[in-house]
């Protein structure tokens, strides 16, 4: 059995989950989220607990690794309806700022050109300061997907540093030339 898979996910209370023809729906304070499951796994919920158990049909490959990921999934969404999820990015460099105008995000990262980048349905994107960015929303798969999209305009280089950065995330940094007499 998958360690993952085989644990409940407790519903907390102001969650509903509806089930109907593998379509999982969350719906929560702040908001609703649907996931199609795979066919080789069962997702249920438990009423008398108030908890999703799923369980896997066979004992095949395919089965065995969509087991703990469909739980994890299920989870996430629970999680995402209640608390929702975060990242904050930061820009290190002379020059580099963002700014939001409306839904698209703009960036100047030491290119010739500002970059814009639109904000996805169902994201709320702030920029408290010019060099920090900060996304929200409910799918936590949504909100890791944009900030990897934004990280990936301009990655920290290993010299300076400069660049988009998760908060928090060390940069190695590399030595340079070293000059020899």
């Not at 509806?18 to 908001?31: D, F, H, Q, S, Y």
């Not at 469909?70 to 209640?82: F, I, K, P, W, Y």
């Not at 460099?93 to 698209?104: C, E, P, R, S």
């Not at 996304?135 to 934004?150: N, P, S, T």
């Amino acid at each position: 059995m998958s360690r993952i898979g085989k644990a409940p996910v407790a519903i907390p209370s102001g969650v509903k989950v509806k089930i109907e023809n593998r379509l999982v729906t969350v719906e929560g304070p702040l908001g609703k989220l649907e996931h199609q499951h795979h066919p080789a796994v069962a997702v249920e919920v438990d009423e008398p607990t108030s908890s999703v158990k799923v369980t896997r049909q066979g004992d095949d490959r395919i089965s065995r690794s969509v087991h703990g990921l469909t739980r994890a999934l299920v989870n996430n969404m629970v999680e995402g309806v209640t608390k929702g999820y975060e990242k904050k990015l930061e820009i290190v460099g002379v020059g580099y700022l963002a700014a939001l105008q409306k839904d698209v995000l703009q960036l100047r990262v030491g290119f010739a050109n500002e970059l814009h980048v639109p904000v996805p349905q169902g994201l709320t994107v702030t920029c408290p300061d010019q060099t920090h960015v900060t996304i929200k929303g409910i799918d936590k798969q949504l909100v890791g997907q944009f900030a990897a999209e934004v990280r990936s305009m301009r990655k920290p280089e290993p010299y300076k540093g400069k660049g988009i950065r998760y908060e928090n995330e060390q940069v190695r940094r590399k030595a340079g030339k070293a000059v020899t007499k």
